[in-house]
């Protein structure tokens, strides 16, 4: 079994991608939040590319749906909420359809589609995610949603924490060059988590525009226990 680490969403055009599992990876922020969202209780989340288009899918469904997003790191002007985890509490979100876009994260959501399996993953919800891929055979893509085509170290240090852990829980998986580069970095930040997501671009963009409070709440290693994935378009939570 093949464990692979894409550094970019562009990565993924070398693979045969319905033969392999994804992991999509955008820790600070999109994945955090989806997590949490689900983990809320939203009824599923549609992501797509643009703000455009998540203002007609979000007409087209009506006034329960909600529209979430970011651009630049801020909430989109006119959406209900922005792209802060905190921000996706029951009381808001339970039972409802979101309708999101984001800078770097939708877009690899969208570029993971095709996999044979396609979930979301953070350091949220890390342990949830290995041992549900740990139940099914299968080779596995963790795909990092890097920031404006780039690599980033908050996502390849997540994704080196994932094969860390899916090392353990899978005997005979066997790492690619990538995944093995993953893991070293994870390895630099091991026990210090926020300080990856600190250092990074993404990290201190959000410390730019008032929001590095949201990188604590995108550290916390195994918070939640849903794992969301990409269904027919939507992201639902896994049962």
Not at 43 to 56: G, H
Not at 113 to 132: C, P, S
Request: proline share 4%.
């Amino acid at each position: 079994m093949r464990l692979h680490v894409a550094l970019t969403p562009a990565e993924l055009k070398s693979l045969d991608l319905p033969q392999w599992r994804a992991v999509v990876i955008d820790v600070t922020r999109a994945t955090s939040t989806i997590s949490q969202a689900i983990a809320s209780g939203a009824e599923r989340i549609i992501p797509v590319a643009s703000i455009a288009e998540a203002r007609r899918v979000q007409r087209s469904l009506g006034e329960g749906a909600l529209l979430g997003g970011e651009r630049g790191g801020l909430r989109i002007p006119g959406f209900h909420l922005g792209n802060s985890p905190r921000d996706y509490t029951a009381k808001v979100v339970k039972g409802k359809t979101i309708v999101f876009t984001t800078t770097n994260g939708t877009r690899a959501l969208k570029a993971a589609a095709t996999a044979g399996e396609t979930l979301i993953g953070a350091f949220l919800n890390q342990g949830a995610a290995v041992r549900r891929l740990a139940r099914a055979r299968g080779d596995i893509v963790l795909v990092c949603a890097g920031r404006e085509g780039e690599p980033v170290p908050d996502d390849t240090a997540c994704a080196g924490a994932f094969v860390e852990r899916l090392l353990e829980a899978i005997g005979d998986a066997g790492p690619t060059e990538e995944a093995a580069q993953a893991l070293a970095l994870s390895e630099r930040y091991r026990g210090r988590i926020a300080a990856a997501l600190r250092e990074s671009p993404s990290g201190k963009a959000l410390i730019a525009v008032g929001l590095g409070r949201d990188l604590a709440d995108c550290a916390k290693l195994d918070a939640l226990k849903v794992v969301p994935a990409l269904v027919r378009g939507e992201v639902v939570r896994l049962r």
